[in-house]
């Protein structure tokens, strides 16, 4: 079976998914819901793969992503859109505008966050500052101390969203920047371990600010057997209070959340959509009157 076919047939069907080993028997009436859109590392991919593109033929493109994301945002009014960074850099129209069409297409879809990847430094942190005023999305970055730079005060640790009631809190972590990009491209943006940050970050989230659900919008990469570096696998092992991790730098497709345990013995969903925009994760959440919560997630070939 193809591949984009198989997808297609995986986003029919839907993957249920418990969290936290929480019941999944709910009354229709009494629950909420809440849907989760998602992309990563698009770099620059703004038109559709032509017809011969030996991999993605006819798949992808600005247009595509749009009219789907708001089919679904018909059929559920209380949905988020998220990215977990590396926007720029692959194709001539990051090389002529260093941004600007990126930001303004993602405005337009009403995109309600994003997180920061190495490559969106690539015209350095002066050419991602000079484009900020055409995202009319925040940044949201916890493990990137800016302090000491143009970027100061120009991103958010964290960002608490309400829908039909439920308070979503959402933090970001960006991989390292030292031996990835060149240090004149950063300057002096500082890098905080990731698992002490997203410890702090997601306690916060939901003790302190009782948000329903807390997610990561994280860069740091899916999983890395060959080296020892922090990636989205550990990150749920080594912390708690996160319900979603949405992962972005290693260009990973899954066919849908994967479950982890982490360090309290509950259950952190796991989700990336590989790269170039050519595939839109969509997680539902259903939650009841207790907070006892249901989901299922699927990509969605764009």
């Known amino acids: 079976m193809k591949r984009r076919n198989f997808i297609q047939q995986t986003a029919a069907a839907g993957a249920l998914i418990g969290l936290g080993g929480l019941s999944m028997s709910f009354k229709e009436n009494t ?10 590392d698009v770099h620059s991919h703004i038109e559709a793969f032509g017809p011969n593109d030996p991999k993605n033929p006819n798949m992808g493109g600005v247009a595509r992503r749009a009219t789907l994301v708001q089919q679904i945002r018909n059929e559920n009014p209380n949905t988020l859109l998220l990215d977990a960074g590396d926007i720029f850099q692959g194709t001539p129209y990051f090389n002529f505008y260093g941004g600007e069409l990126e930001f303004k ?3 337009k879809l009403k995109y309600d966050a994003a997180t920061i990847g190495n490559h969106d430094f690539d015209n350095g942190i002066d050419g991602l500052y000079a484009q900020l005023p055409h995202a009319d999305f925040p940044f949201i970055i916890s493990n990137y101390d800016f302090s ?10 964290h960002k ?7 308070k979503i809190g959402v933090f970001g972590l960006g991989v390292e920047l030292q031996g990835l990009v060149t240090d004149s491209l950063y300057k002096e943006t500082k890098y905080l371990d990731p698992v002490e940050v997203a410890t702090d970050m997601a306690r916060i989230l939901k003790e302190e600010q009782k948000c329903d659900l807390v997610i990561c919008l994280s860069h740091l ?6 080296e020892d570096k922090i990636c989205d696998v550990e990150l749920a092992r080594l912390t708690k209070d996160i319900d979603l991790i949405i992962g972005g730098h290693t260009h990973t497709f899954l066919e849908r959340p994967e479950v982890h345990t982490n360090k ?4 952190v969903l796991v989700n990336q959509v590989g790269c170039y925009g050519v ?20 990509s969605i070939a764009v």
């Open 31 to 40: 629950r909420k819901h809440i849907t989760i859109l998602h992309t990563n």
């Open 105 to 107: 297409l993602m405005s």
């Open 148 to 157: 000491n730079t143009i970027m100061d005060g120009h991103t958010q640790p």
């Open 160 to 166: 608490i969203f309400v829908k039909d009631g439920i």
């Open 221 to 226: 990469g899916y999983n890395y057997s060959y």
């Open 264 to 267: 309290a013995g509950k259950s």
């Open 279 to 298: 595939y839109l994760g969509r997680i539902d959440f259903y939650l009841d009157h207790e907070n006892k919560i249901e989901s299922k997630g699927v």
